[in-house]
Nanobody, 123 residues
Framework: QVQLVESGGGLVQAGGSLRLSCAAA????????IGWFRQAPGKEREFVAR???????YYADAVKGRFTIPRDNARGTVYLQMNSLKPEDTAVYYC?????????????????WGQGTQVTVSS
């Protein structure tokens, strides 16, 4: 069993930056694919980015060039560095773990989820 805990959300002005953290508790997740998703009010949960155990990354078009997903396996932590934030990035952000390394963008391939952290970008 893997427990994921997100932190780092908050309120920021458009154009600003935030760094979210996803820490694993209870078991190492160094071999897992870790994904970030977000869900805005009234919208479905959407894929943001993912990183494999080897460091291979993939980003949604909406965040490409603005967000990065560095990983520190020694600390059991994956980050989401968000730059040039826009009001449309406002959402609850979730990290998720896929122990089978399916490298997917669908929420259904991720078995473990954190509780989410709110990000609000003001215009």
């Amino acid at each position: 069993q893997v427990q994921l805990v997100e932190s780092g959300g908050g309120l920021v002005q458009a154009g600003g930056s935030l760094r979210l953290s996803c820490a694993a508790a209870g078991r190492t997740f160094s071999t897992y694919v870790i994904g970030w998703f977000r869900q805005a009010p009234g919208k479905e949960r959407e894929f943001v980015a993912r990183i494999s155990w080897s460091g291979s990354t993939y980003y949604a078009d909406a965040v490409k060039g603005r967000f990065t997903i560095p990983r520190d396996n020694a600390r059991g932590t994956v980050y989401l560095q968000m730059n040039s934030l826009k009001p449309e990035d406002t959402a609850v952000y979730y990290c998720a773990a896929d122990p089978k390394a399916r490298l997917g963008e669908s929420a259904s391939v991720y078995d473990y989820w954190g509780q989410g952290t709110q990000v609000t970008v003001s215009s």
